[in-house]
């Protein structure tokens, strides 16, 4: 599965693998829209990618209105340098936390 | 069962049969006519052949061995016939050897039928051809309808491209100095080049990258491109386009759309360029001092919800030899021999090839087949666009009467920024100005910069004689800027006319400081002083028929001829 969800209490995991670009989006989306947004806090795990795409990061952004604009509580885990360097041009860091 | 194979109530399907042996032409069609077909019987290829051009059939089933054409001959005359239709051929043979079988269906038949007959056989094959063609009748309305729709749609794409262009493409031609490359991974593209020139002779660039690619993110190049060209010419500032941007976009743009952009700001007149990078690869500028870089330090535009920011600008000195290179990240991403390009690989063709543009054009031809991303390249120089805008005679046209207008600007107003286009568009609302626009703002802006910095703000300019300097000076500006409570800048417009076509602006500029010693700037020791301070002044006096400081050095007048009078 290229996306996969997990929850603990108000904790949602959102692990993707392989390639994040648009041909995930509907797996992304599926992976949180029956969550409560603000009143979850989110990580989105970005161990398993390879690679990823502005279209990517505008699936960040929709999970970051979903979960609340400036409000969200979401934080990007694990990400490899090239997908960090990504998510740095973008500067993503003002929008996400970043662990 | 032959209700099954007919294509609605009415029509029943209609056989040629063509059989040189009577006995067995007569057993086919008692079968055939049994499951509900009709059947034209015929006793070899030939005749085959014409009853089908005469009135094509829905099946044929042929004989391999027969007088005048055999089978084979006959069921390619068919298939011919029959054309993009698709029409079940079916050989009859007595023949049970494997290899001859095999050739029936080269020679382009779809099946065979072995003898002695069997009924049960006879029509689970027929049935089976039904669906056979009844599929290929549906896959070919279905491609028609595709290429239907392509079709269409590669018509309003193209349609919509020309559109576009004409849009987006509205630059001046004499700009020389810029070179640029857009290679769309579709027709339409999501990144755009904006270029215009603004009323003192400033170039504004912007290198944009929408979010994904064709319309969806083309789509969002129009709005940016009407308030870019629109705040160009009025003159306002770099920061004041990023932060209009913004909030446009990200009003238009749903939340998975923005512009990954860089906005720069080239005065060729001054040697400035002043840089904005929100979500682009680093900028790089080569020169002689070596490659410098300009990351990005802000968001992309048009993201909805972030809090406003303040836009991250870099100010910085150029020499005439410099270039600055921007791109999209389809060209650091792009895939050459299994390889993302990379950053450091763009930057090592700016910093030693003979001439970097043409090396990275030619670098993205040679991986053209791996493109899955738009591609954009801009090189501009830091001499773009010469100062031809500042020093082009002034029109002899106007019907401008004698007037004279009066601004007071403090500290609010100041702080606001932009006083010149503030006072340009107030006279312009007096009389249209025309090429005249761009000599009276540059005058304008110097002699009120002066006003501001030296008059009201009392900053040294000195302080920019280093390169560090410069920028300590423009953030002290800030702060001073921010702070100020009391002071204020009197600028006086008066249009007089000078015999029927011509006439000329006095400018009068007053501000509140103490005054400086301009008898050193009126020997010209500007030159002396480092070329970053006392340029304005030569530069206006370049372009005023007289100017003149009043004691105690806080008053000045310029005088700035039109029409005939020039």
């Known amino acids: ?99 | 069962m032959g209700g099954e194979l007919a294509e609605g109530p009415g029509r029943a399907q209609r056989v040629i049969v063509a059989e040189d042996d009577p006995a067995s032409l007569l057993l086919l069609r008692f079968l055939l006519e049994k499951d509900g077909f009709v059947v034209q019987a015929v006793a070899d290829g030939a005749q085959a052949v014409a009853a089908f051009a005469a009135e094509p059939a829905d099946f044929v089933l042929l004989d391999i061995s027969m007088p005048v054409m055999d089978g084979y001959e006959a069921a390619h005359s068919i298939k011919a016939l029959a054309g993009e239709q698709f029409v079940p051929v079916m050989f009859l043979t007595a023949i049970t050897d494997e290899a001859a079988l095999a050739q029936c269906i080269e020679a382009g038949g779809d099946d065979f039928l072995s003898k002695p007959y069997s009924r049960l056989i006879l029509s689970a094959k027929m049935q089976a051809l039904a669906r056979t063609r009844d599929l290929h009748r549906t896959l070919s309305a279905q491609r028609d309808v595709l290429a239907d729709y392509h079709h269409r749609n590669e018509q309003s794409q193209e349609l919509t491209r020309q559109i576009f262009a004409r849009m987006l493409r509205r630059w001046p031609d004499d700009l020389a100095g810029v070179r640029y490359m857009l290679r769309p991974s579709e027709r339409l593209n999501g990144d755009t080049i904006l270029l215009g020139r603004s009323p003192c002779g400033r170039l504004n660039a912007m290198l944009g990258d929408f979010t994904g690619h064709g319309l969806s993110a083309a789509v969002g190049t129009l709005p940016t491109a009407e308030l870019f060209y629109d705040m160009t010419a009025r003159g306002r500032a770099l920061q004041d386009l990023v932060i209009t941007l913004d909030a446009r976009l990200a009003e238009l743009l749903p939340a998975n759309l923005f512009c990954a952009s860089a906005l720069v700001s080239l005065d060729p007149a001054r040697g400035t360029l002043t840089v904005w990078n929100g979500g682009l690869p680093d900028l790089v500028l080569m020169g002689p001092a070596g490659l410098r870089r300009f990351p990005s330090r802000n968001l992309p535009l048009g993201i909805v919800g972030a809090r406003a920011r303040t836009p991250q600008l870099e100010l910085l000195e150029v020499a005439a030899e410099d270039r600055l290179y921007l791109f999209s990240d389809g060209l650091t991403e792009l895939r050459i021999a299994g390889h993302a390009v990379g950053q450091a690989a763009v930057e090592e063709i700016i910093a030693t090839a003979a001439d970097p543009f043409q090396q990275l054009v030619q670098l993205v031809e040679s991986g053209a087949a791996a493109q899955h991303d738009d591609i954009t390249l801009l090189e501009i120089s830091a001499t773009a666009t010469v100062a031809d805008a500042v020093v082009a005679p002034l029109p002899a046209q106007s019907d401008g009467t004698a007037w004279r207008i009066t601004l007071e600007l403090g500290p609010a107003a100041l702080r606001q920024g932009d006083a010149v286009p503030m006072v340009v568009n107030t006279i312009e609302n007096m009389q249209q100005l025309g090429e005249q626009r761009s000599r009276l703002y540059t005058v304008l802006a110097e002699l009120i910069s002066n006003a501001v910095d030296h008059g009201v703000l009392q900053l040294d300019s000195r302080l920019k004689a280093s390169a560090d300097g410069f920028e300590h000076y423009y953030q002290q500006r800030e702060q001073a800027l921010a702070a100020l409570e009391e002071g204020q800048i009197r600028v006086v417009c008066i249009n007089e006319l000078v015999g029927q076509q011509g006439g000329r602006f006095t400018l009068r500029i007053e501000d509140s400081g103490s005054g400086f010693d301009f008898r050193r700037f009126a020997e010209g020791c500007g030159d002396e002083e480092g070329r970053l301070c006392g340029r304005g002044l030569q530069l206006v006096r370049s372009l005023c028929e007289r100017v003149q400081f009043e004691e105690p050095g806080n008053r000045v007048e310029a005088v700035i001829p039109w029409g005939r009078a020039v």
């Open chain 1, 1 to 99: 599965m290229p996306v996969n969800a997990s929850r603990n209490g108000n904790k949602i995991e959102i692990r993707v693998n392989g390639r994040f670009d648009f041909s995930v989006h509907r797996e992304f989306r599926d992976a949180y829209r029956d969550t409560e947004g603000p009143a979850c806090e989110y990580e989105v795990n970005l161990r398993g990618v390879e690679y990823m795409d502005s279209s990517a990061l505008g699936m960040l952004l929709l999970l970051r209105e979903y979960a609340g604009g400036e409000r969200a509580r979401i934080a990007i885990s694990n990400c490899g340098s090239e997908i960090c360097r990504i998510l740095q041009i973008a500067n993503f860091q003002q929008l996400f936390r970043m662990s």
